[in-house]
């Protein structure tokens, strides 16, 4: 089936560094989310990019939908402790059922004070 | 409380025993699935249903079963448990076309012993 190949798939920072982390795909998406998963909870939808190109920012994280449709980008400006967590990205193909949000395996981000 | 609720938080079963993870939604999403999450595999769906009394297999069925009498509730059984479906599992639920998203409940932390 389809996969989304996330990477790093950790990472082990510095407090007030910046984060960088993406997503591609062999498919096209028309619909590209990013999540974080604060420890023994549920993921929250951080950013939603639904057109080729978009750059969104949501506070200090900003994420872009790749020109050709197949990756994605988050970027964390001067991370904190809160940080902390696992973001998955996840894509949506064009003509999609439900059943075809496909999610990246994560990103693990530690933050060091 | 408006939300997704998923109960029990944590579950200790023994193999062979059947168990039943329930999931309810207050917002009368259309849509409702369910997750599994293991070190190594990221996000690995389960089942989904598009509305009451319409299920479909995902990634992962196989020891499976859910059904779907009512929109809110959504619940996912383990017919016979095997130690490995020990994992966490997640309920989410979304509107049809999904824009924004799914939103995800806190998780079951079933261990099979």
């Known amino acids: 089936g389809q996969q989304l190949n996330q990477s790093p798939q950790s990472m082990f920072i510095q407090e007030g560094e910046d984060v960088s982390m993406n997503c591609t795909s062999s498919s096209i998406f028309n619909t590209w989310l990013w999540y974080k998963q604060d420890p023994g909870e549920g993921p929250v939808l951080l950013i939603a990019?639904?057109?080729?190109?978009e750059l969104t920012s949501n506070g200090r994280l900003t994420a872009q939908f790749g020109i050709t449709r197949k990756d994605s980008f988050l970027n964390i400006s001067a991370s904190i402790p809160s940080d902390v967590g696992i973001y998955f990205c996840?894509?949506?193909?064009?003509?999609?059922?439900?059943?075809?949000?496909?999610f990246g395996k994560g990103t693990k981000l530690s933050v060091k004070p | 409380d408006a939300g997704i609720t998923q109960s029990p938080r944590y579950k200790i079963t023994e193999t062979g025993r059947q168990v039943t993870l329930m999931c309810h939604q207050t917002?009368?999403?259309?849509?409702m699935f369910w997750y599994r999450q293991d070190l190594g595999h990221g996000l690995r769906l389960i089942y989904y249903?598009?509305?009451?009394?319409?299920?479909d297999k995902g990634e992962v069925p196989d020891g499976y079963v859910v059904s779907r009498s009512k929109t809110e509730n959504f619940p996912l059984t383990l017919e016979s448990a095997t130690r490995s479906q020990t994992s966490v599992y997640f309920c989410?639920?979304?509107?049809?076309?999904?824009?924004?998203?799914?939103?995800f409940g806190s998780g079951t932390r079933l261990t099979v012993v």
């Open positions: 996840a894509g949506r193909n064009y003509g999609g059922s439900q059943g075809n949000l496909i």
């Open positions: 249903s598009a509305a009451a009394d319409i299920t």
């Open positions: 917002w009368s999403h259309s849509y």
């Open positions: 990019l639904y057109k080729a190109g």
């Open positions: 989410a639920s979304s509107e049809p076309g999904g824009s924004y998203g799914y939103t």
